[in-house]
């Protein structure tokens, strides 16, 4: 019998309309790949079996009875545990929520429980989002299926693991700085991060408001294009919600092609810091693309290399204020003083200093000097002005290209602690390539290129803004010749687990 | 900005403080530490951002999103304090308040 | 020291910020009712909480409001504005930062006319208006003065936390001299006024819709620099208000008397004894780390929906007091007494209901607001403006007279209906018939001859003393004029 985490989710949807199988089937069969696979990978903070099965019963009920569904009914999913999910904890990887079972839903919860997909588990994340390892999570360290020893990236490492480990066939996850692109290339999986307010923030909690953007994870830029339709769409509990309508990123996906399409390579990303064997996967697929009939070009966008700087304000002084609600009054962890008064002012103290991992207190506490009196306009205010001067860059550059490439992340996945050795800046170069999509507010997508030394370098698209359909175009004429080239998709050659 | 003098420990309490965060003195050194190397980088924004360049604080430019002001679903005391670490009846009860406003 | 004594010796500039409740359905950023009463935590969204994840969105009306609000004050509207975020941390304030308007206020740089109780108009220059929305209610508990300090824990409610606000800060106000309390009470109460007549509020000072912080500082002379203010928080009332300015004048006045410094703080205005007491140092804790807020985008607010709602303006109470002061011909004084009555809605009514002002003024101002005294009612609860209209008629048609006129409206107060219906249902029509009059009218003059004599003799005010067993004879419904008229004729017969 065929094994049902291996097929696609345009595949599962087929085969749960031809009747070949149940979603309870679908489902099951997640959950039991789930209980062999999760000692080895801890994708998941929270796995919900009952929920699931519920819910896969209800749409077989309905298919059964003739009920009209949504094609992709039935198909499983998880959700980032940052997305906040009524009567189920939600924790953002923080030990502040440890215990938290919001009394609401997220807006892109909604929308997938909508359109019948049974939610298996929220996954693990770098808390409250922050981290491109997953190891800054209190809930333990997720491994990269690759390679058990080495990290999956970050922040959304647990729904890109479980994506790659089968436990799920493609999951939300959400992208400030690369959270959802970088965990993709480590993994060897498909990460978007759509146009800022394409997709709702409402009930995703928050990291940074103005970069924060919720992005599908998949094993197909097919598959990607499926959940990205579901999640996409006007929100008016999101003021930043764009209105108008979702473009058709399955038929663009669908359609696929690399005739005639110009690629810019950006030259900041593909200078000299991508290491030896991430240049050359990128360069190879490079070819790839030429060879199925790509121009490549190549462009100038002189601010990128402003861009982390100008990231490394904007987010922590946004951190530092969102995650101000986080003071054990409300909701959440409280923790009283060891010593001294208890006072409203000293158990908001303690317990910020007990909730709070190193990196969240790192990153509010720039923010807060950022944003201090004497210091807004040097800091937050210049940074806002990279901003512009970033999206012009980006104009400038899709002038001459219909997408702008580099290699996803300057590395692959590399061990556990690594990056404790590192200073905070080397770590934080690690995002260069992402970052400036965030900056801009435009949609970029990492597919896997190929292997470096057994491991996935992840290729990395930037389209304009709006423009998220050319990327899974483009994204599935290049998967189509990768897969072409090398036999098969990239992942087929994980060691199993 | 970069020739700007480095931050004290000091400093970094007093922003810990700002941000009611109890820290230990070890915290507050390697705190300052990292946040030098962070802040010796970063301050180059400010050579590039110039008079002339508009400040982006959006990145999809939006404006005039407003909601109609009609009454909408609301959570139940008993939801709203589901959550809380401590209640008293329909109320959230907190720790005694010394600061005033 | 005596006040005189402080303001004789220095010139205090006063600041005020007023924080007004807007009447809207819901609240500032989100759908919660923005209404009293009920369950507390009943009136909450996961956004009015600050829950994890949630997110405002601006409420059209209350946006309205505040165009509304910076119209009447003759302010100019923002070509574009923000809102920003204000960060500190309090428990009552449920994201630990208040979203506010910082740098970009939707209205600024206007003014209002404040008048004074003794007509002098004097022009309060206003720096700005802005949208923020209020915080929860804490409630003290296990304190043995009930305030915070002492406090053991507080109860937390948050129904009020979102409920929109704007906040309108003064510009100093200078050249008040003596006056600055009343400057200041009179101001908020100029607010008040417009605010309701905005219909944006029912600006209920004691339910706290309307608050004022009261700045207050002193210098030696009018030329000199501004002086170190202190800011006394929450004045919920227009006699506090006096108060307060009036204290803080003293107070500041004898520190600099003595040589000492004036703290810049906030103070906090106890009603008991009217004195305030400090509360916060300024310091550098009030970094409040502003930013643009990133979860809304700016208002550009249309240029055609603002001459729109310009030109929606309701008459505003100044400019109406001056319209009908003209149209009326009162004294400056007798308007005054109206509008502190808060009987100008009702007078204007009644004289568009068909009533002479003097009659409308006179019923509402005398007898209708001294039954309303003595049962602690407002006047309006007790008749409408027709039914005053209509007993004005009836006088004046020579039907009532004012003691028949008073007994007639105490039967409309109990409900016997219109004042024509109680005329008519407990009789008390003046007599018409001349026989009932004439009879009457001998009967007195029969009895008074000394009266007669003192008629006979040219002294035209004696008929009055005939009057009174007449009307007697009568139980009251006889028509003076008519008395009068056949008196004459008889004596002079
Ligand atoms: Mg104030
Ligand atoms: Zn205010």
Same mark, same amino acid.
């Given at each position: 019998?065929?094994?049902?985490?291996?097929?696609?989710?345009?595949?599962?949807?087929?085969?749960?309309?031809?009747?070949?199988?149940?979603?309870?089937?679908?489902?099951?069969?997640?959950?039991?790949?789930?209980?062999?696979?999760?000692?080895?990978?801890?994708?998941?903070?929270?796995?919900?079996?009952?929920?699931?099965?519920?819910?896969?019963?209800?749409?077989?009920?309905?298919?059964?009875?003739?009920?009209?569904?949504?094609?992709?009914?039935?198909?499983?999913?998880?959700?980032?545990?940052?997305?906040?999910?009524?009567?189920?904890?939600?924790?953002?990887?923080?030990?502040?929520?440890?215990?938290?079972?919001?009394?609401?839903?997220?807006?892109?919860?909604?929308?997938?429980?909508?359109?019948?997909?049974?939610?298996?588990?929220?996954?693990?994340?770098?808390?409250?989002?922050?981290?491109?390892?997953?190891?800054?999570?209190?809930?333990?360290?997720?491994?990269?299926?690759?390679?058990?020893?080495?990290?999956?990236?970050?922040?959304?490492?647990? &729904?890109?693991?479980?994506?790659?480990?089968?436990?799920?066939?493609?999951?939300?996850?959400?992208?400030?700085?690369?959270?959802?692109?970088?965990?993709?290339?480590?993994?060897?999986?498909?990460?978007?991060?759509?146009?800022?307010?394409?997709?709702?923030?409402?009930?995703?909690?928050?990291?940074?408001?103005?970069?924060?953007?919720?992005?599908?994870?998949?094993?197909?830029?097919?598959?990607?294009?499926?959940?990205?339709?579901?999640?996409?769409?006007?929100?008016?509990?999101?003021?930043?919600?764009?209105?108008?309508?979702?473009?058709?990123?399955?038929?663009?996906?669908?359609?696929?092609?690399?005739?005639?399409?110009?690629?810019?390579?950006?030259?900041?990303?593909?200078?000299?810091?991508?290491?030896?064997?991430?240049?050359?996967?990128?360069?190879?697929?490079?070819?790839? /693309?030429?060879?199925?009939?790509?121009?490549?070009?190549?462009?100038?966008?002189?601010?990128?290399?402003?861009?982390?700087?100008?990231?490394?304000?904007?987010?922590?002084?946004?951190?530092?204020?969102?995650?101000?609600?986080?003071?054990?009054?409300?909701?959440?962890?409280?923790?009283?003083?060891?010593?001294?008064?208890?006072?409203?002012?000293?158990?908001?103290?303690?317990?910020?200093? &007990?909730?709070?991992?190193?990196?969240?207190?790192?990153?509010?506490?720039?923010?807060?000097? /950022?944003?201090?009196?004497?210091?807004?306009?040097?800091?937050?205010?210049?940074?806002?002005?990279?901003?512009?001067?970033?999206?012009?860059?980006?104009?400038?550059?899709?002038?001459?290209?219909?997408?702008?490439?580099?290699?996803?992340?300057?590395?692959?996945?590399?061990?556990?602690?690594?990056?404790?050795?590192?200073?905070?800046?080397?770590?934080?170069?690690?995002?260069?390539?992402?970052?400036?999509?965030?900056?801009?507010?435009?949609?970029?997508?990492?597919?896997?290129? @190929?292997?470096?030394?057994?491991?996935?370098?992840?290729?990395?698209?930037?389209?304009?803004?709006?423009?998220?359909?050319?990327?899974?175009?483009?994204?599935?004429?290049?998967?189509?010749?990768?897969?072409?080239?090398? @036999?098969?998709?990239?992942?087929?050659?994980?060691?199993?687990? | 900005?970069?020739?700007?003098?480095?931050?004290?420990?000091?400093?970094?309490?007093?922003?810990?403080?700002?941000?009611?965060?109890?820290?230990?003195?070890?915290?507050?050194?390697?705190?300052?530490?990292?946040?030098?190397?962070?802040?010796?980088?970063?301050?180059?924004?400010?050579?590039?951002?110039?008079?002339?360049?508009?400040?982006?604080?959006?990145?999809?430019?939006?404006?005039?999103?407003?909601?109609?002001?009609?009454?909408?679903?609301?959570?139940?005391?008993?939801?709203?304090?589901?959550?809380?670490?401590?209640?008293?009846?329909?109320?959230?009860?907190?720790?005694?308040?010394?600061?005033?406003? | 020291?005596?006040?005189?004594?402080?303001?004789?010796?220095?010139?205090?500039?006063?600041?005020?910020?007023?924080?007004?409740? =807007?009447?809207?359905?819901?609240?500032?950023?989100?759908?919660?009712?923005?209404?009293?009463?009920?369950?507390?935590?009943?009136?909450?969204?996961?956004? *009015?909480?600050?829950?994890?994840?949630?997110?405002?969105?601006?409420?059209?009306?209350?946006? %309205?409001?505040?165009?509304?609000?910076?119209?009447?004050?003759?302010?100019?509207?923002?070509? *574009?504005?923000?809102?920003?975020?204000?960060?500190?941390?309090?428990?009552?304030?449920?994201?630990?930062?208040?979203?506010?308007?910082?740098?970009?206020?939707?209205?600024?740089?206007? *003014?209002?006319?404040?008048?004074?109780?003794?007509?002098?108009?004097?022009?309060?220059?206003?720096?700005?208006?802005?949208?923020?929305?209020?915080?929860?209610?804490?409630?003290?508990?296990?304190?043995?003065?009930?305030?915070?300090?002492?406090?053991?824990? *507080?109860?937390?409610?948050?129904?009020?936390?979102?409920?929109?606000?704007?906040?309108?800060?003064?510009?100093?106000?200078?050249?008040?001299?003596? #006056?600055?309390?009343?400057?200041?009470?009179?101001?908020?109460?100029?607010?008040?006024?417009?605010?309701?007549?905005?219909?944006?509020?029912?600006?209920?000072?004691?339910?706290?819709?309307?608050?004022?912080?009261?700045?207050?500082?002193?210098?030696?002379?009018?030329?000199?620099? =501004?002086?170190?203010?202190?800011?006394?928080?929450?004045?919920?009332?227009?006699?506090?208000?006096?108060?307060?300015?009036?204290?803080?004048?003293?107070?500041?006045? %004898?520190?600099?008397?003595?040589?000492?410094?004036?703290?810049?703080?906030?103070?906090?205005?106890?009603?008991?004894?009217?004195?305030?007491?400090?509360?916060?140092?300024?310091?550098?804790?009030?970094?409040?780390?502003?930013?643009?807020?990133?979860?809304?985008?700016?208002?550009?607010?249309? +240029?055609?929906?603002?001459?729109?709602?310009?030109?929606?303006?309701?008459?505003?109470?100044?400019?109406?007091? +001056? +319209?009908?002061?003209?149209?009326? #011909?009162?004294?400056?004084?007798?308007?005054?007494?109206?509008?502190?009555?808060?009987?100008?809605?009702?007078?204007?009514?009644?004289?568009?209901?068909?009533?002479?002002?003097?009659?409308?003024?006179?019923?509402?101002?005398?007898?209708?607001?001294?039954?309303?005294?003595?049962?602690?009612?407002?006047?309006?609860?007790?008749?409408?403006?027709?039914?005053?209209?209509?007993?004005?008629?009836?006088?004046?048609?020579?039907?009532?007279?004012?003691?028949?006129?008073?007994?007639?409206?105490?039967?409309?107060?109990?409900? %016997?209906?219109?004042?024509?219906?109680?005329?008519?249902?407990?009789?008390?029509?003046?007599?018409?018939?001349?026989?009932? =009059?004439?009879?009457?009218?001998?009967?007195?003059?029969?009895?008074?001859?000394?009266?007669?004599?003192?008629?006979?003799?040219?002294?035209?005010?004696?008929?009055?003393?005939?009057?009174?067993?007449?009307?007697?004879?009568?139980?009251?419904?006889?028509?003076?004029?008519?008395?009068?008229?056949?008196?004459?004729? +008889?004596?002079?017969?």
């Amino acid at each position: 019998m065929t094994d049902l985490t291996r097929l696609s989710a345009v595949e599962l949807a087929a085969g749960m309309q031809a009747g070949d199988y149940s979603s309870t089937d679908v489902t099951r069969a997640h959950l039991d790949r789930i209980e062999q696979v999760e000692p080895a990978i801890n994708s998941f903070i929270t796995v919900t079996p009952d929920a699931a099965l519920a819910a896969a019963g209800e749409v077989d009920r309905k298919r059964a009875a003739g009920e009209e569904l949504h094609p992709f009914a039935g198909v499983p999913v998880t959700h980032k545990d940052l997305v906040v999910t009524a009567g189920i904890a939600t924790t953002a990887g923080s030990k502040m929520l440890a215990d938290w079972v919001p009394p609401y839903d997220a807006t892109v919860y909604r929308r997938t429980k909508a359109a019948g997909l049974p939610l298996l588990g929220k996954t693990n994340l770098d808390e409250f989002a922050m981290g491109s390892t997953t190891e800054h999570s209190a809930f333990g360290n997720t491994a990269n299926p690759w390679d058990t020893t080495k990290v999956p990236g970050g922040s959304s490492g647990g &729904a890109a693991a479980s994506v790659a480990a089968y436990e799920a066939p493609f999951s939300v996850g959400t992208d400030t700085g690369g959270s959802v692109r970088q965990p993709a290339a480590f993994t060897g999986t498909v990460g978007v991060k759509p146009t800022y307010g394409s997709v709702s923030r409402y009930g995703v909690i928050a990291m940074a408001s103005s970069l924060d953007q919720v992005g599908p994870v998949a094993r197909s830029v097919g598959d990607a294009a499926a959940l990205h339709s579901i999640l996409a769409g006007h929100d008016p509990f999101d003021s930043t919600s764009l209105s108008g309508d979702v473009p058709d990123f399955m038929a663009a996906a669908r359609e696929g092609s690399l005739s005639g399409v110009r690629l810019g390579v950006i030259k900041q990303l593909v200078g000299d810091a991508p290491t030896g064997g991430v240049a050359e996967v990128f360069r190879a697929a490079l070819d790839v /693309a030429a060879a199925g009939g790509a121009e490549i070009v190549e462009v100038d966008c002189p601010s990128l290399s402003f861009a982390l700087d100008a990231y490394y304000l904007i987010m922590p002084s946004e951190v530092s204020s969102n995650l101000a609600r986080y003071d054990g009054m409300r909701f959440g962890l409280r923790v009283e003083p060891d010593e001294g008064p208890v006072t409203a002012e000293t158990v908001m103290a303690a317990t910020r200093a &007990a909730g709070f991992g190193a990196e969240a207190k790192r990153r509010i506490i720039l923010g807060t000097y /950022a944003l201090s009196a004497g210091y807004y306009d040097a800091y937050y205010g210049s940074a806002q002005k990279v901003r512009t001067l970033v999206q012009r860059d980006f104009a400038r550059a899709f002038e001459s290209a219909d997408v702008l490439v580099s290699p996803t992340a300057p590395t692959t996945a590399f061990g556990f602690g690594a990056e404790r050795e590192a200073d905070p800046m080397t770590l934080y170069l690690g995002d260069i390539a992402t970052i400036p999509a965030n900056l801009a507010g435009i949609p970029g997508m990492s597919l896997p290129a @190929g292997l470096s030394d057994g491991m996935p370098v992840g290729f990395q698209l930037l389209a304009p803004a709006h423009e998220d359909a050319r990327l899974y175009r483009i994204g599935a004429g290049l998967e189509t010749a990768l897969d072409a080239e090398r @036999g098969g998709a990239l992942l087929a050659q994980a060691p199993e687990l | 900005m970069s020739e700007k003098s480095a931050i004290t420990s000091a400093e970094v309490a007093h922003l810990a403080d700002l941000a009611r965060i109890a820290m230990s003195e070890e915290e507050l050194s390697s705190l300052t530490g990292d946040l030098n190397t962070i802040l010796a980088n970063v301050a180059r924004v400010s050579e590039v951002a110039t008079e002339d360049v508009p400040a982006t604080s959006h990145p999809i430019p939006l404006s005039n999103v407003m909601r109609e002001d009609v009454v909408g679903e609301t959570l139940t005391a008993a939801e709203a304090l589901a959550g809380a670490p401590a209640a008293d009846g329909d109320k959230f009860v907190v720790p005694q308040i010394l600061g005033e406003d | 020291m005596k006040y005189e004594d402080a303001v004789a010796k220095y010139d205090p500039v006063i600041g005020i910020e007023v924080h007004v409740e =807007l009447g809207t359905a819901t609240k500032m950023f989100d759908a919660a009712p923005n209404s009293f009463g009920g369950g507390a935590n009943t009136n909450v969204t996961p956004v *009015s909480l600050g829950l994890p994840g949630a997110l405002p969105s601006v409420n059209r009306t209350a946006v %309205e409001y505040a165009v509304k609000i910076g119209l009447a004050l003759g302010c100019e509207i923002a070509e *574009s504005c923000r809102f920003a975020r204000k960060n500190y941390f309090y428990p009552d304030v449920p994201k630990n930062f208040q979203t506010s308007q910082y740098d970009e206020p939707i209205a600024f740089d206007g *003014s209002v006319d404040v008048e004074l109780d003794d007509g002098e108009i004097i022009t309060v220059p206003i720096e700005r208006a802005h949208m923020e929305e209020d915080a929860g209610k804490n409630t003290h508990v296990g304190g043995s003065s009930g305030r915070i300090h002492g406090a053991e824990y *507080s109860l937390v409610d948050y129904n009020r936390a979102g409920v929109p606000l704007v906040e309108i800060v003064t510009r100093p106000i200078t050249g008040t001299g003596a #006056g600055a309390p009343e400057v200041a009470s009179s101001y908020v109460r100029t607010l008040r006024d417009i605010f309701r007549a905005l219909g944006v509020s029912e600006a209920r000072m004691e339910q706290g819709n309307v608050r004022a912080d009261i700045n207050v500082s002193l210098r030696p002379s009018p030329d000199a620099p =501004l002086g170190t203010r202190t800011e006394t928080k929450n004045v919920n009332s227009f006699r506090s208000i006096e108060r307060a300015v009036r204290f803080e004048i003293v107070r500041q006045a %004898e520190l600099l008397d003595a040589g000492e410094t004036v703290v810049q703080e906030t103070r906090h205005f106890h009603e008991d004894t009217g004195e305030t007491s400090p509360g916060r140092v300024k310091s550098d804790a009030d970094d409040y780390r502003y930013f643009p807020e990133p979860d809304l985008v700016p208002l550009v607010p249309p +240029r055609d929906w603002i001459e729109e709602l310009r030109s929606g303006l309701p008459e505003l109470p100044a400019e109406r007091r +001056r +319209r009908l002061l003209g149209e009326w #011909g009162f004294s400056e004084l007798e308007m005054r007494d109206i509008i502190n009555a808060g009987l100008l809605d009702a007078i204007e009514q009644t004289v568009s209901a068909g009533a002479s002002p003097a009659a409308a003024r006179k019923w509402w101002t005398g007898e209708i607001s001294r039954l309303a005294k003595q049962d602690d009612r407002e006047p309006a609860e007790l008749a409408t403006p027709v039914q005053v209209a209509e007993l004005a008629e009836l006088i004046e048609a020579g039907k009532l007279n004012d003691k028949l006129a008073r007994k007639v409206l105490a039967g409309v107060i109990a409900g %016997e209906g219109s004042p024509r219906d109680v005329m008519a249902g407990r009789g008390l029509e003046i007599v018409e018939d001349t026989g009932a =009059l004439q009879e009457a009218v001998e009967q007195a003059i029969a009895d008074n001859p000394d009266v007669v004599e003192k008629i006979r003799g040219g002294k035209m005010q004696a008929i009055g003393a005939l009057m009174g067993p007449i009307m007697k004879a009568t139980r009251g419904q006889a028509d003076a004029g008519k008395a009068r008229e056949m008196i004459i004729e +008889r004596i002079n017969a």
